[in-house]
């Protein structure tokens, strides 16, 4: 009934699994269809100084050439430049403003005549005669001295020259042009005169607005026809200025003519069976040849993500008209999976991304070829990011790969070197300069997805770390021990071609729980053994709970997942032998608990974990051999290692016979190196 439950379990997170894929590569797509433009119209693609590469083009309707935005612009331009613009005159501001004075100095200016106030007032009202401007207006209007503005009075409008009107400062200054009150500066700067000279010309937006628009619309948007049944282009004619816009006039007609939601909903269709069949492949690949990373939610994620953001980039980039896209650091998709996973499935993926995207952009032949020549050159370049410098290299390679096949293409297509594009190196210069971006950003990549870079292991295996010195000071034999089980699984790991930095920095790492209670453990006892007082259930629940100490000084010291397994895998779900046989021993008759003696678990998952457990255990019984010889070492070796593999602890893991048998003559000569053993010398019979 056990089995039975445990079946329908499985089944159940394998139903949750497939089904949580599935949800991941349709929203994928989704969100990638959802962000390609779908404009209507023609599907050319033809630029300025390009050959036309189509079949030869006839018209099929009438149609109007269009004049450029650039000529449009201009001729816009300049005839708002001798646009006049409207203002409506306030007669009631003067009347108001020359009142407040009277009203302000009925009884005459301290110190100054009566005659004073009729003078200001008299230079009042030619300056309202002639008009006051807000400063802003008279910066915008005031170019020159022959610009002209319309003065509406009542149902008249006047042409008034700006150099005749005034600003509320130059108004100020006009009535000091009286040389009797300029003789008064003085006293008459107390009456504050500018708080009585305010703008009685008031810029009339509407109507501006209006005139301007009519204005515009007066200008003909094309100079020319192309007659029905007249050919455009020919197969290999040179698209100049004038062809370009005969053909960008033909695609406009064309989307104006058609029925843009039947034509969009065709191209969306499109869209949708091209994006489903790359995802779909890309998945196949994934499922069959990648099997690994589908247990692997958040590595699985991170390759969908990579997959997405490119084409939503290029999309908003073609449909706004941004720069040119071969500023986009694509390389940094095979970069960041090769660095965290591998390099067959960092091609691909870039693969399948630059087909999507090529669906976007202009010119697919050329884009393809020189973004696929740059994701190889980025993988090639880049087998392990172990130094800051490598980045630097391989943006540099990628700006070389990607400029010479660019070049390499355009000589094939001009046949000579003086009609070569030269615009397009720089965007690829830039696009070398933001893939440098790639190192900052694979911090980012670690931390939201659950990735370990290289750097970060380098910076983890670095024995100076806090913990590490830790441990080398609290349990020196325990670090001792680490340091040999490092090296020795290292070199293991480099000869079967397994992650020989990983299996280092796990293998550092993985008694670090021994330092709850070091003396517990034989490695840093000096002759007395606190375990031979204990019950054995006791003593060898003592042994196993360095695993459970070990999992929370990695969370306290946030060590990644993956060095965290090697915690957990070293001793897999075996057992603490010594205790458990003794136990037996001292109790024949009974039916034993076997629980209180087993390691929590699991077995090695990866062949890195079933390296460290082979490298472990064999380091450790090591240390107990009565006499190194080269028999002693080889017998121990091939007994503790078949006994794990009779026991079942590498039936999860990858690992081959073929890897196993290599580690067993890597532990065997390296223990012979570290003991110093020596050839059995054969005694004389007699």
Known sequence: MRKIKNINTYDNHSLRNNASRAVLVIITMAIIVWFMPRTSGMSYHYDVGK??????????????????????????????????????????????????????????????????????????????????????????????????????????????????????????????????????????????????????????????????????????????????????????DIVDEQLYRVLSSFEKESQRRKSNTEEISSILIGQIFYVTLLILVFTTFIALFRRDYFGKPRALMMVYVMLTIFPIIVSLMVENQFLSVYMIPFAITPIFIRVFMDSRTAFVTHLIMILICAAIVKYQYEFIIIQLVAGLTAIYSLRELTQRAQMFRTALFVTLASSFVCLALQLIQNNTIYDIDTSIYKFLIINGILLLFAYPLMVVVEKMFGFVSYVTLIELSNTNKDLLQQLSEVAPGTFQHSIMVSNLAAEIASKIGAKALLVRTGALYHDIGKMYDPVLFTENQAGVNPLDKMPRQEAAQAIIKHISEGLKLAEKHNLPNIIKDFIKTHHGEGKAKFFYIEYQNEHPNEKIDEAPFTYPGPNPMTSEQAILMMADGVEAASRSIKEYTEESISQLVNRIIDTQITEGYFRNSPITFKDISIAKQVLIERLKTVYHTRTSYPELKK
């Open 51 to 236: 050959p036309w590469s189509y079949k030869s083009l006839i018209a099929d309707f009438d149609f109007p050439v269009y004049k450029s935005e650039e000529l449009l612009q201009y001729e816009q331009d300049s005839i708002l430049a001798n646009y006049e613009p409207y203002y409506e005159y306030n007669s009631n501001v003067e009347k108001t403003q020359i009142a407040k004075f009277i009203d302000a100095y009925k009884d005459g200016i301290p110190g100054l005549g009566q005659e004073y106030v009729r003078i200001i007032c008299t230079q009042l009202h030619k300056i309202y005669q002639a008009g006051v401007i807000a400063a802003n207006d008279y910066s915008r209007v005031h170019k020159d001295s022959t610009s002209m503005i319309r003065v509406i009075n009542g149902k008249i409008a006047t042409n008034i020259s700006t150099s005749g009107i005034y600003t509320p400062l130059s108004g100020y200054e006009q009535i000091f042009s009286d040389p009797r009150l300029e003789a008064q500066r003085q006293a008459l700067q107390k009456c504050n005169l500018n708080e009585f000279i305010h703008s009685n010309l008031k810029y009339d937006k509407e109507r501006n607005k209006t005139e301007q628009e009519d204005l515009l619309s007066s200008i003909p948007i094309a100079n020319g026809m192309v007659l029905s049944g007249q050919k455009i282009i020919d197969r290999g």
